[in-house]
């Protein structure tokens, strides 16, 4: 018995540390999206362009995450989550300190779709980890880890707004952000599950389409994340373009956001054990509905921020409710469940800041964001699919 309850403890432990080395890998993507959300209106400056050259750049990174996704199943499954998220993690953060060294905006588009590609073979492999870790251990993680994602983007915005405060060139911030996360993606990255190849790794898109309860469930997760993508991307530029704040004010637009998701992601395993998926995410999205409009309507900055911090909260458990119904669905792998519906919630994370900013041209950043409005709606009304059947 001793040496049984010596053995658990020392497993336990294994786990616990590869668990907060997951959380780390979320943290530090969060943080690096968050530095790319706050030079939005740097890079906007920089490269002299206007809404729709901006979105379109945001579509190249849209467009290498296609790509990345393409091949996310197949690497994964050869070499394990884990050293492939160590990898593109690196690379990710490292192409942070690119962003305003480009000669021109050609060689823009080709950075961002870089960015984009290895960001998303990285967000799958360590929603890939967190989801083996979690039919591992039978315990509910996939809230925490997200909320891990949302207080470094949280984090990153707060740094980037006092930075920009400081008076920290743009260039040098964006540099020291990318060694630092580079750092500690590798140093993380140790203490990863050792070999992580997946039984049941994501397939290769294409290889064999998503059916039924998947196809509906992936619609809903990319509606969650084209809204989510837009109040990461376009929240700071809206803040100082619309409403006239100055932008190391209007980096708190995202802080905002951020921190009030991480907030409500933190409860959302409680949360989720308390309510049906079904009510959860319903009140959720029409939270996130009412405080998008009420930032679109009001002048007051303040009160923007209110507005953006329910909308955070609102958003909070869209994806962990949508990846948690995906490992419930009949005749459905759970790993191959959650992986099919993650990278469809990506592509929407990466499509929603172009349509955003095609929009803003033909109208204007205003009217664009009341996308995010009209997909809530969509998705409150759609929430009796959250159980998954």
Request: hydrophobic share 55%.
């Amino acid at each position: 018995m001793g040496a049984a309850s010596t053995i658990d403890r020392a497993v336990e432990g294994v786990t616990a540390i590869t668990r907060w080395a997951i959380r780390s890998q979320f943290f530090f993507s969060g943080f690096i999206f968050a530095t790319w959300g706050v030079h939005v209106p740097t890079v906007k400056a920089h490269y002299a362009i206007d809404e729709a050259q901006l979105g379109f750049a945001m579509l190249a990174a849209g467009f290498g995450a296609l790509a990345g996704l393409s091949q996310a199943g197949r690497l994964i499954g050869r070499y394990g989550a884990g050293i492939v998220g160590a990898l593109c993690g690196c690379v990710y953060a490292l192409l942070l300190a690119g962003l305003l060294s480009m000669p021109g905006y050609t060689s823009l588009l080709l950075l961002l779709a870089g960015f984009g590609l290895v960001t998303s073979v990285f967000d799958v492999a360590i929603n890939t980890e967190a989801a083996q870790l979690e039919l591992r251990s039978g315990k509910t993680l996939m809230s925490g880890m997200h909320g891990m994602f949302s207080l470094g983007g949280m984090a990153g915005a707060v740094s980037g707004s006092a930075a920009l405060a400081a008076g920290l060139p743009p260039r040098w911030h964006l540099i020291l952000v990318a060694a630092v996360m580079a750092l500690g993606i590798g140093l993380s990255a140790a203490w990863m599950s050792p070999k992580a190849p997946a039984t049941s790794a994501p397939p290769e898109p294409g290889s064999r389409l998503p059916h039924g309860a998947l196809v509906i469930l992936g619609v809903l997760a990319a509606l969650g994340l084209i809204a989510e993508g837009a109040i990461y991307d376009w929240s700071v530029l809206y803040l100082q373009q619309e409403l006239g704040s100055p932008q190391q004010q209007a980096a708190l637009a995202y802080a905002s956001f951020s921190g009030a998701m991480a907030a409500a992601r933190f409860a959302g395993d409680a949360m989720r054990a308390r309510f049906a998926p079904a009510v959860l995410l319903r009140w959720s999205a029409l939270l996130a509905a009412a405080s998008m409009s009420v930032v679109l309507i009001t002048e007051m900055p303040w009160l923007a921020l209110v507005g953006f911090a329910g909308v955070g909260v609102g958003f909070a458990n869209v994806v962990p409710i949508l990846f948690s119904a995906s490992a419930r669905v009949p005749g459905v792998e759970p790993a191959r469940g959650i992986a099919t519906v993650s990278a469809a919630a990506y592509l929407g994370f990466m499509a929603g800041p172009p349509v955003i900013g095609l929009l803003a041209r033909l109208g204007s950043l205003t009217a664009a964001l009341y996308v995010v409005v009209v997909f809530a709606v969509a998705l409150a009304a759609s929430a009796r699919y959250a159980d998954g059947r």
